[in-house]
């Protein structure tokens, strides 16, 4: 039972455009959502977060939204640039004493493209 | 710079033996790390809570006495591959909240841990 879903596999952009990564939740109990950027065989880098009492969160070129009545977050990074191109997972968690626990998507591999 | 540091990198070993990853938060105190393992091309999937003071609790599926987890300081959580076999290879990677549960602090990772085990 995946809880936390990133249907698209890849998504490939132009540099200097917009980058639109999505992911599903099913559990409503999550109370907290993170996204993270991952390269081969390091840690995931920790990029931003929002809470559910919000539906968007902003720092630089990173923009979380958050619809819950859709169960659905997204990732906005503009622009895009070369270095972005990695794999993203967002992940989810049921907050308060919980909070660690993280439930990760399958992830998303962004290449942005000169 | 990395707040969570992870040792070793990589390690190869042989069918049968053990194997310890440490994790260790930097300039902050972790009264909870969390441990995932990693499978190619899937995700991350919480392991194990490592409390320190305390035993470990684990995931459904995960055995305690293959993984045994140590929380030896408020800086330092142990994981032990006990009796390793090939089916364990995976990448290991532990978590830490930098400020505990308070504000949802960022959770921040290690760099990982490559098991291989011939």
């Known amino acids: 039972d995946q809880q936390v879903k990133q249907n698209s596999p890849s998504l490939s952009v132009q540099e200097g455009r917009i980058s639109i990564l999505n992911c599903d939740y099913t559990?409503?109990?999550?109370?907290?959502f993170l996204w993270y950027k991952k390269y081969p065989a390091e840690g995931p880098t920790f990029l931003i977060s929002i809470s559910s009492i919000k539906d968007k969160n902003e720092d630089g070129r990173f923009t979380v939204f958050l619809n819950k009545s859709a169960k659905h977050l997204s990732l906005h990074i503009v622009p895009s640039q070369p270095g972005d191109s990695a794999v993203y997972f967002c992940a989810a968690s049921p907050g308060g004493t919980s909070y660690g626990k993280l439930t990760f998507g399958q992830g998303t591999i962004l290449t942005v493209h000169p | 710079g990395a707040v969570v540091s992870q040792h070793p990198s990589r390690v190869i070993c042989k069918s049968g033996t053990s194997v310890k990853i440490e994790c260790r938060s930097l300039?902050?105190?972790?009264?909870?790390m969390f441990w995932y393992r990693q499978f190619p091309k899937q995700s991350l999937m919480l392991m194990a809570t490592s409390n320190e003071g305390s035993k470990a609790t684990y995931e459904q599926g995960v055995e305690k006495d293959k993984f045994l987890i140590n929380h030896a300081s408020l800086t330092l959580s142990t994981l032990t591959v006990t009796s390793a076999h090939p089916e364990d290879s995976s990448f290991y990677i532990c978590?830490?909240?930098?400020?505990?549960?308070?504000?949802?602090?960022?959770?921040?990772f290690g760099n990982g841990t490559r098991l291989t085990v011939t």
């Open positions: 978590s830490a909240p930098t400020q505990g549960f308070i504000g949802n602090s960022p959770l921040h």
């Open positions: 300039d902050f105190q972790a009264t909870t």
């Open positions: 559990n409503s109990m999550f109370d907290y």
